[in-house]
């Protein structure tokens, strides 16, 4: 294109331009790997971001100039680390060489050094790019070598320690795809930034390449130690572990339940909403066993506990699978009049299924029983799971597909339907290059080629879009499912908490290159194990809410009240678009005290073990606790309001019951806000309090009372 339009060409190719990027005809620009400056063309991400950065201050007016770029890199060719820094052929005159050959290993190593020996000027990598980082960093910021140069290039043990990262100067060039120094993180950490997925999003950082990752997280590490700042990685105050800490020692040890985990490895404690959740879904995907399992109900949120999604009103969304979106005309009416029975919003995601909101808590089985009878399945919508596998129509109606996406939706979505994760993971499948399916915007995105499947990984749309990258190509079906299971095993026995697989991958030191490593050269020698851990997980798949409909202890919990048959008086809806929406919340406007002497407000055996449930008392709904006697206490029940006063719904009874710093607490499943049971005061609100009320376990009766020093003359009148 450049050639008709007359442009100039540089003699081995590419856009000629000059320090300012502008081609032969001064109104265009070239960057990247398209042009041609000073003879050269380069192809590396630095100098291509450096050219952009150029162009983009001249089109706002500023005088600056492209002056070539550090053509360091590192990199695997043919499955062998190279790297290449500074004056790696040693043309500075007078220059003097140390060289390390590795005739075992076969590595080979070239350190390049002024003619007085006070400065490094360049090295030659083959075989390990460990010692990368440290020579870079002299090379870049003129760092004296030690005093035996030579430890630069020899094997570890023998060598030098990595540079540490307190021994670079402020202008040290971290990240060189993003022009981010180590003064530009230090400026971060003192504008607040203390985690580094924030110093990441601030400063682009490790976004590109990914090459820095290990030393960025080094240098911001140190630099907050430096500055009194912990860098704390417990999961919380229960346990001094990370999530994945965590996740070696359950599948170790064979730890079955919280409390043997929290007995051999935790700071004891009833754990908090944040252990809790964490620890349900390690052990759901160790040992795959249903989120359902009594064992797991006190750890699960609401909406695992409940299998459908909390709403801003309290009401919930149920979400029926609609595998690949395909869906039967017989389905979809059903799914029309299910609605229109129960009076439900409908809505179309954008995962392509059919979402109904607005469900009561105690209609939700009788809506499953209805959506199970029309061959309906729970669609994992509440979990931190597999969600959907969107697809779009491929090669069987569409005249450009070359393979049947629809066919390839549909067996990865029922191969890895209700897989547990740290985060909710989705899917999609096109049937070509033009990529209607979005499958760049997943955590795993398949497009179909001539010759199969090319795999993307680790792509995320919400609040921090990135685009997946580009695994493997032309897999045939059964190499992309080993590498898909291999993929999913690995993230979730190495992401932390609530880690998505975007974040995850920007995390992982060795970037994608390693993640192939592992995945596909299988460098741990850990992938039949991964598979294998996959196939119990995809040979045990159950549908939780088909095991709930067939248990009375599972469905006794879908009651609003324990004690009464009413159904929420606060959730009401307003008719909009010839449908309904929530109107909204009402404030608490019950304020009576509660009786004066005990009176039985429900049945022992209502009561959930370390978990709430809600009782109707005369206009008052009161959320209990329950503590099961153990060897050192007795049996405690707690009473408090059921009524979240930061989002006026009626949900307390249905957070998670927990310990901070000693207090007992419930937190609020919407806005998650902390309550001590005791007394209902609002651990983050010193102003806010809710009601509680004495209560106390008799004869196999829960018992309550109003609270002594709550008697005043206005809410006994009330
Ligand atoms: S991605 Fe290709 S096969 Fe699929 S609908 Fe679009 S054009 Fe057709
Ligand atoms: S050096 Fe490439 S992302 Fe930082």
Redesign the pocket.
């Known amino acids: 294109m450049a050639r008709e339009c007359g442009l100039a060409i540089g003699s081995r190719g590419g856009v000629v331009i000059d320090d300012t990027c502008r081609t032969s005809d001064a109104a265009i620009f070239a960057i990247g790997e398209c042009a041609c400056w000073n003879g050269q063309v380069f192809g590396l991400v630095a100098p291509d971001y450096t050219m952009a950065r150029t162009v983009a201050s001249i089109l706002a007016g500023e005088q600056v100039a492209f002056a070539g770029a550090d053509m360091s890199t590192k990199l695997k060719l043919l499955g062998v680390d190279v790297g290449s820094i500074g004056d790696a052929h040693g043309r500075t005159p007078g220059c003097r060489s140390y060289r390390f050959i590795g005739e075992i290993d076969g590595s080979y190593r070239r350190l390049v050094l002024s003619e007085d020996g006070h400065h490094v000027l360049g090295a030659v990598l083959v075989g390990d790019n460990a010692y990368y980082d440290t020579i870079l960093q002299c090379v870049q910021n003129d760092i004296k070598p030690p005093a035996d140069p030579a430890a630069l290039i020899l094997p570890r043990g023998e060598g030098a320690d990595l540079l540490g990262a307190d021994a670079l100067p402020d202008t040290a060039m971290i990240c060189s795809c993003h022009n981010v120094t180590k003064g530009a993180i230090c400026a971060s950490i003192e504008n607040g930034c203390t985690d580094l997925a924030g110093l990441k999003q601030s400063t682009k950082a490790s976004t590109g390449c990914g090459g820095c990752s290990a030393l960025l997280k080094n240098v911001f590490e140190t630099e907050l130690e430096a500055r009194g700042i912990t860098v704390d990685h417990s999961l919380c105050e229960h346990f001094s572990y990370t999530r994945q800490d965590l996740y070696a020692l359950v599948r170790v040890h064979g730890i079955q339940t919280f409390e043997d985990l929290m007995a051999q490895y935790g700071n004891g404690g009833l754990g908090c909403d944040i252990c809790k959740p964490a620890v349900g879904s390690i052990l759901a995907s160790a040992w795959n066993k249903p989120i359902t399992d009594p064992l797991y109900i006190p750890l699960q949120d609401t909406n695992d506990t409940f299998m459908a999604n909390m709403q801003k009103n309290g009401t919930y969304s149920v979400v029926p699978r609609i595998a690949g979106g395909e869906i039967t005309p017989e389905k979809l009416i059903v799914l029309g009049q299910v609605a229109k029975k129960y009076g439900l919003y409908t809505k179309i995601t954008g995962g392509q299924r059919i979402d109904l909101f607005g469900a009561q808590l105690d209609k939700l089985p009788d809506i499953w029983s209805e959506l199970m009878d029309a061959g309906f399945e729970t669609g994992q919508a509440y979990g931190k799971s597999t969600r959907t596998v969107k697809s779009?129509?491929?090669?069987t109606w569409?005249?450009?597909?070359?393979q049947d996406?629809v066919g390839k939706a549909l067996d990865l979505e029922n191969r890895y339907k209700g897989f547990r994760a740290p985060h909710k993971l989705k899917f999609a499948v096109?049937?070509?290059?033009?990529?209607?399916?979005e499958a760049q915007s997943k955590d795993v995105g398949v497009i179909?080629t001539e010759n199969g499947w090319n795999l993307y990984v680790c792509g995320n749309g919400g609040m921090r879009p990135r685009h997946a990258e580009l695994f493997a190509t032309d897999l045939d079906s059964e190499t992309l499912v080993k590498y898909i299971d291999r993929f999913l095993m690995f993230y979730i026995r190495t992401a932390d908490k609530l880690q998505r697989t975007s974040v995850w991958r920007e995390n992982l030191e060795g970037g994608l290159d390693y993640l192939r490593e592992v995945i596909i050269a299988d460098s741990l020698g850990i992938c039949t194990e991964l598979e294998k851990q996959m196939q119990m997980v995809v040979d045990n798949y159950h549908c939780e809410w088909r095991d709930a409909l067939t248990d009375r202890e599972k469905l006794k919990r879908f009651r609003t009240f324990v004690n009464d048959r009413r159904p929420d008086p606060n959730i009401r809806t307003v008719a909009e678009r010839d449908q309904v929406r929530p109107a909204d919340n009402l404030p608490e406007t019950t304020s009576s005290a509660g009786p004066i002497e005990w009176t039985e407000l429900c049945q022992g055996d209502d009561l959930v073990a370390k978990s709430g449930v809600v009782a109707w008392y005369d206009g008052n709904q009161i959320a209990l606790f329950y503590l099961p006697e153990t060897e050192v206490a007795p049996a405690q029940v707690y009473a408090i309001d059921n009524h979240d006063p930061f989002s006026n719904a009626n949900v307390i009874g249905r957070g998670i019951m927990g310990d901070l710093k000693g207090q007992l607490v419930v937190a609020s499943p919407l806005y998650k806000q902390h309550f001590r049971l005791e007394d209902g005061q609002c651990l983050e609100d010193p102003a806010i309090r809710l009601r509680t009320w004495d209560a106390r376990l008799e004869n196999g009766k829960v018992m309550i009372r109003a609270k002594i020093n709550e008697y005043t003359p206005e809410t006994l009148l009330a």
Do not use: D, K, L, N
């Not at 569409?398 to 070359?402: I, K, L, P, S």
């Open positions: 779009c129509v491929g090669s569409c005249r450009y597909g070359v996406s096109s049937g070509c290059t033009r990529e209607c399916a179909a």
